[in-house]
C-alpha cells in the first residue's frame, strides 16, 4: 500500500466495551489515592501543623537564635525608667541563652522581639522593658552560652491583677535579606506562627515572698543566748548577800 493511499476507518468499537474502558482510569487513580491517604496520615504528611502549640512552663524552647524557660509569672514593683518612682509590672521571668557567636540585647532589637504577651482583645504586644541578671550582676544582653536570668515586664494599671497571662514565643531564621548577601538573625513579627504558647496563672504582688537578707557568707545570723537570771521559787530575784560587819578585837 502506498503512503497517500487513503488509510481505512478504525473498526467499531463495541458500547459496552467502551463504557468498561472509561471506568478503568479512574478506578485505578481511587485506588492509588487509596493507598496513599494511610501513608501520609501515618507519617504526618496531611496532618497540620499547629500556630500555636501549647507548652508548658518550665520546659526548654528552641527559638533559633535564643534557647529559653519560662519560668512563672508575678506582679511585681520595678523603677519605671530615669530614676522615676517604681511602678507595677507585669514580670515573666525566664532563662535565655544566646546560642549565637554575637553579643544580643535583651531588648529591642534582641529577645524583646521574640516575647509577647497576648491581650483582652486578642493581639500580641512585645515587653515594654527586659531586665537581666548574669553572674550575679545585672546586664541588658546576653553573652554567647552565658545563661541569663531574664524578666520581661507588660505595665499595668494601679489596680490590674490579672489571674492568667498567655506568652507566646517565636522563632528566629537565620537568612539574608534581599538587597545583600550577608546572612543575619531576623524575625517576623506579623507571624501568627509561634514556638510556644504558655498560659501562666500571676501571682499577686501580696504573694510573692519577700527576699531574705543576705550576709555575704549565705548563712543565717546566730543569736546568742540572754544571761539567765536565778529567781527564787517565789518567782523574785535572789538577794544579793551583803557581808557582816566584823567586831575587831579590843
Not at 70 to 82: H, I, P, Q, S
Request: proline share 12%; with cysteine; hydrophobic share 35%.
Amino acid at each position: 500500500m502506498y503512503s497517500y493511499a487513503p488509510v481505512p476507518p478504525p473498526p467499531v468499537e463495541p458500547a459496552e466495551e467502551r463504557r468498561q474502558r472509561r471506568w478503568v482510569v479512574p478506578l485505578c487513580v481511587l485506588s492509588a489515592v487509596a493507598v496513599l491517604v494511610p501513608v501520609l496520615w501515618v507519617t504526618g504528611g496531611l496532618e497540620e501543623t499547629p500556630k500555636q502549640p501549647a507548652e508548658q512552663a518550665g520546659k526548654t524552647l528552641d527559638l533559633g537564635l535564643f534557647s529559653v524557660t519560662v519560668r512563672d509569672a508575678r506582679v511585681g514593683l520595678e523603677g519605671g525608667g530615669f530614676g522615676g518612682e517604681k511602678e507595677r509590672f507585669l514580670i515573666v521571668r525566664m532563662r535565655v541563652v544566646n546560642k549565637g557567636k554575637e553579643t544580643e540585647s535583651l531588648d529591642t532589637g534582641g529577645l524583646a522581639d521574640g516575647v509577647a504577651a497576648l491581650t483582652k482583645d486578642g493581639k500580641w504586644v512585645k515587653p515594654e522593658q527586659v531586665e537581666g541578671v548574669a553572674g550575679g550582676a545585672k546586664t541588658g544582653v546576653a553573652q554567647p552560652e552565658l545563661p541569663v536570668e531574664a524578666s520581661a515586664m507588660w505595665k499595668l494599671g494601679p489596680v490590674d491583677a490579672p489571674p492568667k497571662l498567655t506568652v507566646g514565643l517565636r522563632k528566629w531564621s537565620y537568612d539574608h535579606g534581599f538587597t545583600d548577601s550577608s546572612f543575619n538573625w531576623t524575625i517576623d513579627r506579623e507571624d501568627e506562627t509561634l514556638v510556644g504558647r504558655l498560659t501562666l496563672p500571676v501571682a499577686d504582688l501580696s504573694v510573692v515572698p519577700a527576699p531574705r537578707p543576705s550576709f555575704g557568707n549565705g548563712l543565717r545570723p546566730t543569736l546568742r543566748p540572754r544571761p539567765r537570771v536565778s529567781r527564787t521559787p517565789a518567782g523574785r530575784p535572789a538577794p544579793r548577800s551583803t557581808p557582816r560587819p566584823t567586831a575587831s578585837p579590843r
